[in-house]
T-cell receptor, first 116, second 116 residues
């Protein structure tokens, strides 16, 4: 079975440019999470969706960040305009919401973003 | 809000020896999951072991076992017969059970070095 698929794996961009990160969750999973990992702050939840609906976006740093989930098999995280402090690894994860679920999140390989 | 604390930023162990990584958490909930995730240099987040709070028996997965002390809100990971491939960042994580769609809260991580 395919796992969570993220693209791109690496992105290098200049300050002020728009960045779009993409995620395809595991088929059948109905919860999707975006996390950001930095040395200073560790793993932070940015936003998560249940059944394509955003549930908690309190971790989104500011208006420059936005996330969408137009359908059950695709989500995007957009940064516009990007700044050097946005440099981090961004993880997408998915899980299955049902009775008897194991509760674990399945992670993609992450997108490493570098903003110059 | 739930918090997860890993008090050991770094640990080291000799190959074939045993090491224990510490984790404490804070919650007012009674039903939840606890996890240990491993992140090797490849940055992939890999589930090591899972514990459901209602289960009194400590979870075990081959060389990995936990010591779950619910009253003390402690969840330590023991790695027996350490191998070079165990070298990685280890993250303790908490997830409220409520419907299985809640976010995962991570500790800051412990970097484990395995010496040959």
């Amino acid at each position: 079975d395919a796992g969570v698929i993220q693209s791109p794996r690496h992105e290098v961009t200049e300050m002020g440019q728009e960045v779009t990160l993409r995620c395809k969750p595991i088929s059948g999973h109905n919860s999707l999470f975006w996390y950001r990992q930095t040395m200073m702050r560790g793993l932070e939840l940015l936003i998560y969706f249940n059944n394509n609906v955003p549930i908690d976006d309190s971790g989104m740093p500011e208006d420059r960040f936005s996330a969408k989930m137009p359908n059950a098999s695709f989500s995007t995280l957009k940064i516009q305009p990007s700044e050097p402090r946005d440099s981090a690894v961004y993880f997408c994860a998915s899980s299955q919401r049902r009775t008897g679920s194991t509760g674990e999140l399945f992670f993609g390989e992450g997108s490493r973003l570098t903003v110059l | 809000a739930q918090t997860v604390t890993q008090s050991q930023p770094e640990m080291s162990v000799q190959e074939a020896e045993t090491v224990t990584l510490s984790c404490t958490y804070d919650t007012s909930e009674s039903d939840y999951y606890l996890f240990w995730y491993k992140q090797p240099p490849s940055r992939q987040m890999i589930l090591v072991i899972r514990q459901e709070a209602y289960k009194q028996q400590n979870a075990t997965e081959n060389r990995f076992s936990v010591n779950f002390q619910k009253a003390a809100k402690s969840f330590s990971l023991k790695i027996s017969d350490s191998q070079l491939g165990d070298a990685a960042m280890y993250f303790c994580a908490y997830r409220r059970r409520a419907g299985g769609s809640e976010k995962l809260v991570f500790g800051k991580g412990t970097k484990l070095t395995v010496n040959p």
